[in-house]
């Protein structure tokens, strides 16, 4: 078999910027209903925004993380941090529709990064898209861990599925010999819309039954 | 000094997958006592399976770690979460003593696993006796953190007491010359005993005195 | 810009065992207010005194981490483990005062190493001060997650901003061409120093405004 590959690092380094100032965003917004300083703040923007991302990097070998070699990653990070921090009151009247939207767009643009960088790193397809998963929903579950909260990724409605999802579709796309630009977007739609139409129409995913 | 080594990757191979699929049983089990969806269990079961290998994988720079590398890890890992789902009420039905023991055979299979791998990593046997302790408890260490719980590992009975003792047994047999197989049977036998001892006499190490 | 580098192997090591010592003995203390047995207590002691580097050394690709290819580290933590578990009450009448002047020593010393650490593996200097911060609070996070409480970095006064302005002290100090050894003096003294007088002033970090 011809190993899957993304194949384009500018395109990448985009989609993932974009995405840690997304997740910073949420992250510091976090902060503000725990009674946190400053600098708790911007460790929950740091840890929300670069955790997935860094355990993805340091599961498929990519030492040191992006995140620690290039400054920019830390940089957009903080800057997510402070936007929350000088503008609270502002961040505080956003509409939790509006949080919501864009924390799917956050998820969407992780776990097709996620994906991608797995497979130019040589991982099967299969763990290819759990990375992808994992780049999605490992900084907010950091961030939980941190604030002694259980994980969402635990119990909420379809979440960590959709950026499951969104990585298969990706991945297939490109086993179909889609471009890097056209496979990601349709990752990124799949997982996106999935997990718009799941808030919407409160879908979950089946419990554990209970007896 | 010769290095220690344990040299038989199919021996290690197949202890490390029966010890996944044990683990992985057990973490799901986790879930049905929580309110957890399917992917949650799946995640549980993920992290209480591979957890402590990664682990452990990562800080003897065996990157990207087995369980990343090789699909076969993530597969059995889903599959005993999927027995678990499906068959809920059967599990429930299992005996506490059963599950003990179950897991008692996980704890030595994976510290005796960890310990052989760490020596192959040209790791000090000092600290491959850590290794081994580190992937016979750490699975369950990040499936109690993730339910935020205090990890059972701080306060529970000989647990990984008997996980480094097997993990030492091991590393004593390979010193005296004795062959892979028997070095780790040794060690297997001794943690599993100890643990299954410990149980059933409530041994327990000496408690911090508190004044 | 010809990258700051360290380059003094001994007194870095030096430094992480003092530091290492230091920290032992405080993570170990937090097991005699828990009901935690020996073995919880030497967890702890490794955690706190060994996490920190080990998540450093995993993120600037420094693997294996020093306290796994070095058996000097985890016998000192140990050891420093060992003297609370048998002086117990002993260090119960340590008065607060020196146990926070310890762990301002500690939290300098950790600071100022994983900054020049950083440095040698060609890390950016803002990113090899984060390192530094990382390598200071990383090891009483782990701490604190394991005993399922919130972080104190999170919300603590003046501590992790500390250990930053103590990394950036040194690498301004070596990037003005001083030698390591001043360069970390002055780093440690500035972490110290105002770890102490924020401890004393009841100096905080501005909170996150609520409103």
Same mark, same amino acid.
């Given at each position: 078999m011809v190993p899957i590959k993304f194949h384009s690092a500018t395109l990448l380094l985009v989609i993932d910027l974009i995405g840690t100032f997304v997740f910073a965003v949420e992250g510091a917004s976090a902060a503000i209903q725990g009674n946190l300083d400053v600098l708790g703040l911007m460790v929950l923007a740091f840890a929300t925004a670069l955790g997935g991302g860094i355990i993805r990097d340091v599961l498929i070998g990519a030492v040191p993380p992006n995140s620690i070699k290039d400054w920019r990653y830390p940089a957009i990070a903080f800057a997510g941090g402070a936007v929350v921090f000088f503008q609270s009151s502002f961040v505080n009247q956003v509409p939790a529709s509006l949080i919501v939207t864009l924390d799917a767009a956050g998820l969407a643009l992780f776990a097709v990064a996620g994906a991608a960088k797995a497979l130019d790193y040589g991982i099967h397809p299969f763990l $290819?898209?759990?990375? &992808?998963? !994992?780049?999605?929903?490992?900084?907010?579950? *950091?961030?939980d861990v941190l604030l002694a909260r259980i994980p969402s990724v635990l119990h909420s409605?379809?979440?960590?599925?959709?950026?499951?999802?969104?990585?298969?579709?990706?991945?297939?796309?490109?086993?179909?010999?889609?471009?890097?630009?056209? $496979?990601?977007?349709? &990752?990124? !739609?799949?997982?996106?819309?999935?997990?718009? *139409?799941?808030?919407h129409q409160h879908w979950n995913l089946p419990r554990v039954p209970t007896h």
């Open positions: $290819a898209m759990l990375m &992808g998963g !994992v780049t999605g929903v490992g900084g907010g579950t *950091i961030r409605d379809v979440y960590a599925a959709a950026a499951l999802a969104g990585a298969a579709a990706m991945i297939l796309a490109l086993k179909l010999k889609m471009r890097p630009a056209l $496979a990601s977007t349709i &990752g990124i !739609v799949v997982c996106f819309v999935l997990r718009m *139409i799941a808030v």
